[in-house]
């Protein structure tokens, strides 16, 4: 009986020790943990060891005081000039007042991203379609900002608001493909234009310098013919040895024999005509 009395007092020991131990907890040095006891809230515990009476103490669950993330995305919405979008975002806030998180909210995670989604239908209802494409950050920021005012009553504070991705049908897709090529065949033929107006003013330019200086006309023929060898390998120029000088001064032109100043007028060409014609006569 002696043996029989020792081994269950032995066992009793052993079960009341288990039970004592059972209360012992280890948090990590970013985890934080409510104690309940007998129902009531008594405080933060953590990090480290930390104990839980039996019975009578609980813990619910740990928060994690470090910043989170959260991705969500609103279905299609109506910009403030009547187009559906679908806006793709990521939001950080992370728990700074614990007692709030735990009194004033049953699921600050959930709470939070729901408070999220519906005040980016808001803002994006009050922003155009331009204004949500170019300006991204301002409309996260204006979210952040309505975000965390409904947010701080539950201990949480939200650090920022992004937008990842701005959804549009493909229709609308197509007409911005089609504005935004329209845009670049504008533009280039824009370019084009002064282009051709700025060559055709340096053309005036030129002719106006030549037309003062024959020597200059003279080497800027003889380099176009230069320029002329160097565009093929098969390419030949026969030029005379005995070739006039160039130039409007010249006895060669690039209009032939006779200078531009030269040419005789049409009354002239008629009046020589019959003078030659005179002469063979007598």
Known sequence: MDFVTLGIEALIIIIVVAILLSGIKILKEWERAPLLMLGRYRGMKGPGIIYVPPFIGNVPFVISTRLQVVSFKTEQSLTKDNIPVAVDSVMYFQPVDLQKVIL????????????????LREVIGQASFDELLTERERVGNIARGIIDSKTEAWGIKVTSVEIRDVGIPQALQDAMSRQAQAERERRARVTLSLAEYESAEKMVQAANMYKDNDRAFELRWMNIVYELGLQGKNLMILVPSNIPTAGPGGQMSMMGIYGVNQFPKPGEVTQNTSNDSTQKTQ
């Open 104 to 119: 004033n909210v049953n699921d600050f995670n959930q709470a939070t991203q729901l408070a999220a989604q519906t005040t």
